[in-house]
Each structure stands twice: as C-alpha cells, then as structure tokens.
C-alpha cells in the first residue's frame, strides 16, 4: 500500500526545490519521453512492414521466363568483331601509315623490337583468331608533337593500341621528350 500523505509531501518538497521552471522542464521531459516511446514503436512497425514487403519482392517469380541469345546469334556477332580487323599481309602498309603519321609531327621512328604473338579464344582453343604484334618504338621529339602522333595514330589505325608509354626529359627546360612506346597492332590470325 502506498503512503499517500508522504508521496504528497515528496512532490510538494521537489516542486519547491525545482520551482517553476524545473517543474515545467521535468514536466517537458516526461512528455518528450512518452512521445519517443509511441513514435519508436511506430516506427519499428514500419519497418517490420517494409522488411516484409522487400523480403517478399526479393523471392525469385517462376513466371518470369530466362531469355538466352541462341549460340549461332553469338557466333555471328564474334564473327562480326573479328571481321573489322585488317589481315597480317596489310602490316607493312599499316607501319608505312604510322611512319607518314610520325613523319607529319616531325618525329621519326627508325628502329624498334617487333613481337608476334597469336590469340587463342576461349571457346575454339584450337583456332587462333588474333595476331598481336608488339612493337617498342623508342621517340624522340617535342612532348606536343608525340602526344599528337599518339592522337593521330589511335583515330587513323583503330586496330592500333598503345599499351605502354614511358616518357623521360633530361631536365625541365629541355623541350624534348625521350619517349618509348608499346604499341600493339591486332591483325586477323592467318588461317591455319
């Protein structure tokens, strides 16, 4: 059994410590207390509710029927990506074609190592559909003129790609670049 007279006395013994102020502050307490404790239950609810709905979503529907491109569609589009590279008797037509475009930003490329090297696709292992030839060009001009050859040679040689370049200057007033690049020409795989 509660003590009435004695909670009575308590309360009114705080109130007086507390004053106005604190009565109307523990009062704003108690409210904002009561006011979370409903909101955090709503809000556990919503999410109970939408964690229901993105786990029923989620389930795969056997309705939906799995497209699969037909193997002879995949073949032809591979056929057709092989078919935009030039063939390995245009390599000396197309090292002519660097050599003009090297020759338009005064730069001249009069040695290199040269690397021939077929690729197999993945699917027919036994058939090489590429040739890769790797060729080490070692430049020497202004840093303009062999970012402009670089420029030129991947828009007029779209089968071209630079697959490394290094560049090395003497000093920073010097405006010559020493530069070697790695360039590698793919070219169709002779048939074998």
């Not at 404790?37 to 029923?56: C, G, M, P, R, V």
């Not at 027919?124 to 060729?135: D, N, S």
Request: glycine share 4%; proline share 5%; aromatic share 8%.
């Amino acid at each position: 059994m509660v003590n009435t007279q004695y909670l009575m006395w308590l309360l009114s013994h705080a109130a007086r410590k507390l004053g106005v102020w604190g009565l109307l502050a523990l009062l704003a307490i108690c409210a904002g207390g009561v006011y979370y404790t409903s909101k955090s239950a709503e809000i556990k609810e919503e999410i109970h509710s939408f964690s229901t709905d993105l786990n029923q979503h989620a389930e795969p529907d056997t309705h939906v029927a799995i497209i699969e491109k037909p193997a002879e569609q995949t073949q032809q589009t591979l056929q057709d990506f092989y078919r935009i590279f030039p063939r390995a008797d245009s390599i000396p037509d197309t090292l002519a074609q660097l050599n003009q475009l090297a020759a338009q930003q005064r730069i001249v490329l009069n040695s290199g190592d040269y690397k021939l090297t077929k690729i197999t696709p993945r699917n027919v292992p036994q058939q090489a559909a590429l040739t890769q030839y790797e060729m080490v060009l070692p430049v020497t001009g202004h840093y303009t003129q062999v970012r402009q050859f670089m420029s030129a040679m991947l828009s007029a040689v779209p089968s071209v790609a630079i697959a490394d370049i290094q560049m090395h200057r003497d000093s920073t007033l010097t405006p010559v670049v020493d530069a070697k690049l790695v360039l590698v020409l793919y070219v169709k795989a002779d048939p074998s």
